[in-house]
T-cell receptor
Framework: SQKIEQNSEALNIQEGKTATLTCNYTNYSPAYLQWYRQDPGRGPVFLLLIRENEKEKRKERLKVTFDTTLKQSLFHITASQPADSATYLCALERDSNYQLIWGAGTKLIIKP | GAGVSQTPSNKVTEKGKYVELRCDPISGHTALYWYRQSLGQGPEFLIYFQGTGAADDSGLPNDRFFAVRPEGSVSTLKIQRTERGDSAMYLC???????????FGEGSRLTVL
């Protein structure tokens, strides 16, 4: 069956350092991969989308990589700030959004 | 506002009662999605609308769940004979396309006692 794995344990990072979150998947060939941020009690907010033929995507302090051979995406936040503390979700898309498969998310804590 | 609006934000009900959750998508967005999210889990797909019709309702867990979007804008998720296991955050999202970024509302937290 299709499976997406994100680190279930919270990731604690010192302010100013780079935070790296991992999204691994099996038995799946996604066309797109998306990353969202979710704060407690709120809906997810879209951050970045990367296509299967793209290796890397950047947006301000955010960077996403996509390795279809390793079946892995890495999400980086450089110069991390306490305001970056949230849960980050990855989602794989095959052909359209209603087929999005979601990871359980990784909680990121940036300590001042 | 310009975002996706969901009401109520919180709903507490008793087992066996009927519940309606409303979603008002971003104007002009033809695609609308309902998801359910339990604590510590990712969103779980329930149903997808393209315009007025349900293009895919394969995620609805059973026939107690039903959703409509009669005019291609506002959608209502309806849950009959609620059970304690229905307790979760119900998320609505819309999009101008069938692929790409989803715009989520803040969710409706349902608690069934």
């Amino acid at each position: 069956s299709q499976k997406i794995e994100q680190n279930s344990e919270a990731l604690n990072i010192q302010e100013g350092k780079t935070a790296t979150l991992t999204c691994n998947y099996t038995n799946y060939s996604p066309a797109y991969l998306q990353w969202y941020r979710q704060d407690p009690g709120r809906g997810p907010v879209f951050l970045l989308l990367i296509r299967e033929n793209e290796k890397e995507k950047r947006k301000e302090r955010l960077k996403v990589t996509f390795d279809t051979t390793l079946k892995q995406s890495l999400f980086h936040i450089t110069a991390s700030q306490p305001a970056d503390s949230a849960t980050y979700l990855c989602a794989l898309e095959r052909d359209s959004n209603y087929q999005l498969i979601w990871g359980a998310g990784t909680k990121l804590i940036i300590k001042p | 506002g310009a975002g996706v609006s969901q009401t109520p934000s919180n709903k507490v009900t008793e087992k066996g009662k009927y519940v309606e959750l409303r979603c008002d998508p971003i104007s002009g967005h033809t695609a609308l999605y309902w998801y359910r999210q339990s604590l510590g889990q990712g969103p779980e797909f329930l149903i997808y609308f393209q315009g007025t019709g349900a293009a895919d309702d394969s995620g609805l867990p059973n026939d107690r769940f039903f959703a409509v979007r009669p005019e291609g804008s506002v959608s209502t998720l309806k849950i009959q004979r609620t059970e304690r296991g229905d307790s979760a955050m119900y998320l609505c999202a819309s999009s101008p396309r069938t692929t790409g970024e989803l715009f989520f509302g803040e969710g409706s937290r349902l608690t069934v006692l």
